[in-house]
């Protein structure tokens, strides 16, 4: 039997959680005190995902960068990725939140968003 520990970033306690697998199915999730911490262990042990977070340039704003997020989380092992789709652009202001920045980034299906005005 396999044993992963992990700490759990579902909501500010942190709690440390053990997953117990067996011929790589999930037997058993211990240590968690909130629903979340249970959803969370078996997701990150099936199917890691994570938020992107960066910025891109602007052009004619009043500032010169503006944040940028995957609107949804996308696959870990897309993260470098989806950075590297994100190196070199520029958008012309105005930027408004939610505003589509970069769509599908690296083929993920998930659309980049400014996450400010600029």
């Known amino acids: ?16 959680l053990t997953v117990e697998l067996e011929n790589g199915e999930i037997v058993s999730v211990s240590g ?6 249970d959803v969370y262990a078996r997701k990150e042990v099936t199917n890691p995902t ?8 602007v052009e004619g ?4 960068m503006v944040s940028v ?10 993260i470098f990725a989806c950075v590297k789709a994100l190196k070199g652009i520029t958008v012309k202001a105005p930027v408004h939140i939610g505003d ?3 769509k599908d980034v690296a083929g993920t299906g998930v659309d980049i968003v400014a996450t400010k005005d600029v």
């Not at 704003?61 to 010169?64: E, L």
């Open 1 to 16: 039997m396999e044993k992963r520990e992990l700490i759990c970033i579902g909501c500010p306690m942190g709690c440390p």
């Open 32 to 37: 968690y005190t909130c629903k979340r911490g």
């Open 100 to 102: 589509v920045i970069l």
């Open 69 to 78: 997020k995957t609107k949804e989380d996308i696959p870990k092992d897309k």
């Open 61 to 64: 704003g009043r500032a010169d």
């Open 50 to 57: 994570r938020i992107v977070t960066s910025t891109v340039m």
